[in-house]
């Protein structure tokens, strides 16, 4: 439940619920208090407890209840023995109906007041109404301005007011890319949906696009990615819904000779494109908006590329070989396979053709990534260093880095031996075939990460062969298997759909999370010691601070070289290090002397970028350790990600106290 700061937004909230027109003259502050209150249980409260809660009598409490249904003309608490609760079948669904949640701190209020403007029909808004709907005075509404403005500055847009009207000035493609980012922003990205487009264009826009899409690829032979379908979707949308709003003149200082671009891509294409636009959307395209839409298409689907960039190849086929000879020497990881290469190449390509055209293609799982695969998002950090160096220093950005993962990632799965699979029993009752169905639907979902070692017909026998394997699937309940602690079990149906196809993966990062853990007890005073533990008195306000500190530390006591500081700034300057409450910073694989982990805790917590950081671990590797690293780094990442261990660490008073807190954990 959102929290609600005024009485402003109580009667807001309360108009809502009890559909009350005239509450001044019958609702007070205390009804308000038992409304929200009552909204927020999930099961019936005594009068009593409500009496309690409220330091009032229970016949007061009946009153209240018996004033507020008396006011909504309607049972909006129901009574019974269990004692009173608000009827949510009805507020949940005025709830989704409208915007209860009032934007209440600065940062809220500038993405409400930047939406607004930005898909407003008309070029002004008056200054009066968005203080009123923000429930706040004209005062703390010049504030929020002041606020928004300064956030404006890095897109070199700024809001201007004239006669209490204001709206948004800037150059058109600035606008656009501020428009996308707060959608992206704004919208959970793990639920980015075609309903959540909704909130922002007409849902008959959103529709005509997709339609538009899906029609258009058909029938020019092309498809597009599945990542970036919503990334299409959302930047189509704003591109059709400024221009029919009149928002048409483009910055023609970038790319300024358009005409000649679309004369030099695919003629008949573009043609058609234009042509299209106009029949579906009934808008005129001018070169602008055609090469942008264009682009669009482009770099989010698998059109071929015009014969312009086929200049490219050779420095492509050169750059990857470059890669592949660094990833094997540094991490020990051959890449050089037709599987790789051939996709990889492809996607270099249109990577390239993006940064030429200042464009980045938002990966909608990028937390996901790094979270999930912290190793292989590290080697795309890597990669992405060398195609910097191709460009001449031009940064490729973080979404960009997560592409690369996803196909290493997919590399590395490719070649699992059976050794690094999770060893795995079925245990699958012989009926119907039922148990040939599920081991096809296990095996066409898993390969990649489970070796069948065995498959019996009954859960008597798993004891006998128990000792051969970590994972069992089965489709017997959970209560059959006792005394066998050691296995984890995943109990899945016959059908095996996507509920078991989620407990499956759940059981194989339980056991990765198992391995891993390992790692860290067998080889925690290999990685650890004393001498590399310190404790923060307050002296680091944020990430440059400890990046200062650390390194040199490493470097006095005869850890890693002078430049060892040098690649540990450059590395940070790739993308953040820090994950949660923790960071583990370290090099691209300097030639250091000695292996450690230089340890930093911090009770207060450090500032580093976005986050808190609680924990810092900077790694220190030599070459003999770098294939342990690929290990070490995912276990201290797999550990310290967490939130208990972090509240229970981040306390340690000595290098002593804190290794006992980390294998009790652990264990």
Known sequence: MYEILNLKKYIKLATIILNIENWGDYLNQKLLNVIEYLYQQSSPISCKELAQHFKVTTRTIQNYVKDINHISSSNAIISSKSGYMLNKQKTDILFKKINVNIPDDNLSRCTYVLKKLLTHTTESINIFDLSDELFISYSTFRNVLSYTNNYLKKYNIKIVSNNNLLYLQGNERDLRKLMSTIIYDEVSINSFSIENLYEYFNSVLVIKVIDFLDSFSKSNGFTINHFTKMNLILHFCILIKRIQGGNIEMDSSVNSDNSKFLLECDHALITKLHNEIFNAFNIYIDNDNLKEAYLLLQINSDLNLNLANDMLGNEILSLMKEIIKEIKVNYLLDLNTPEFITPFSLHLKKLIFRIQHGK????????????????????????????????????????????????????????????????????????????????????????????????????????????????????????????????????????????????????????????????????????????????????????????????????????????????????????????????????????????????????????????????????????????????????????????????????????????????????
């Open 360 to 667: 980045v293609e938002k990966n909608p799982i990028l937390k996901h990534i790094k979270k999930t695969i912290p190793m292989i998002y590290d080697i795309s950090t890597y990669v992405s260093l060398y195609i910097n160096n191709f460009f001449e220093n031009e940064v490729v950005a973080e979404d960009e880095i997560g592409f690369i993962a996803l196909h290493i990632g997919a590399e590395i799965n490719r070649q699992k031996s059976d050794g690094e699979k999770i060893s795995t029993i079925l245990v699958l009752p012989k009926y119907l075939e039922l148990e040939s169905y599920v081991k096809k639907q296990i095996l066409k979902n898993f390969h990649e990460n489970l070796n069948i070692v065995n498959s019996i017909y009954s859960h008597e026998y798993i004891h006998n062969i128990s000792d051969t394997a970590e994972l069992v699937i089965t489709t017997f309940p959970l209560s059959h298997f006792k005394n066998t602690n050691k296995l984890e079990i995943v109990s899945i149906s016959p059908f095996f759909n996507s509920e078991d196809q989620l407990k499956v993966h759940e059981g194989i990062d339980s056991i990765k999370k198992k391995r891993l853990n390992q790692i860290l007890i067998s080889q925690f005073d290999y990685f650890f010691n004393k001498e590399l533990f310190h404790l923060d008195n307050g002296s680091y306000k944020n990430e440059y601070d400890v990046i200062n500190f650390l390194p040199k530390d490493l470097i006095d006591k005869n850890y890693a070289p002078n430049e060892f500081l040098t690649h540990i700034i450059n590395r940070e300057k790739l993308t953040s290090t820090a994950f949660n409450n923790v960071s583990v910073p370290h090099q691209f694989f300097t030639e250091t002397m000695r292996t450690g982990t230089n340890i930093l805790i911090s009770k207060e917590g450090i500032h580093w970028k976005n986050n808190l950081v609680h924990i810092v671990l900077m790694v220190c590797i030599k070459n003999e350790d770098k294939k342990n690293f690929a290990f070490l780094y995912e276990a201290l990442l797999n550990l310290f990600t967490q939130d208990d261990i972090v509240q229970i660490v981040k306390n340690s008073i000595s290098f002593e106290d804190f290794k006992n807190k980390v294998l009790l954990f652990i264990k």
